[in-house]
């Protein structure tokens, strides 16, 4: 399922710091965190763009990065692929990217 940001402009790596820290922060506060609570549109793209590369994962979180569209499915591989070499704080943004792509497929889905 083909998944769409509505952000035009990424999130500065800041701004993706404090956007992934505070997500996450929200999210262990609670027993069931809903799957709407994610980071907003700037701040995938902007994770999608530290991840950029030329390997076939990242090439493909810079065709998202660049369009701002993408096979939900195919992202959600890339980054799980990415995921294997980042860094803590890597593994992290990339886990929230995934749980905004979800969320979007869901809001398609319903």
Aim: glycine content about 8%; some cysteine; proline content about 5%.
């Amino acid at each position: 399922m083909i998944v769409s940001c509505r952000a035009r402009t990424p999130a500065t790596d800041l701004q993706v710091a404090a956007g992934v820290s505070d997500v996450l922060d929200r999210r262990a506060a609670l027993k069931r965190p809903p799957t709407t609570l994610v980071v907003s549109d700037a701040i995938a793209l902007g994770i999608a763009g530290l991840f950029s590369s030329a390997t076939p994962s990242g090439r493909v979180l810079e065709h998202f990065y660049r369009r701002g569209s993408i096979d939900g499915a195919d992202m959600i591989e890339a980054a799980r692929v990415e995921q294997g070499f980042a860094s803590p704080e890597g593994h992290a943004a990339l886990h929230c990217l995934i749980g905004w792509i979800r969320s979007r497929v869901n809001d398609q889905i319903n």
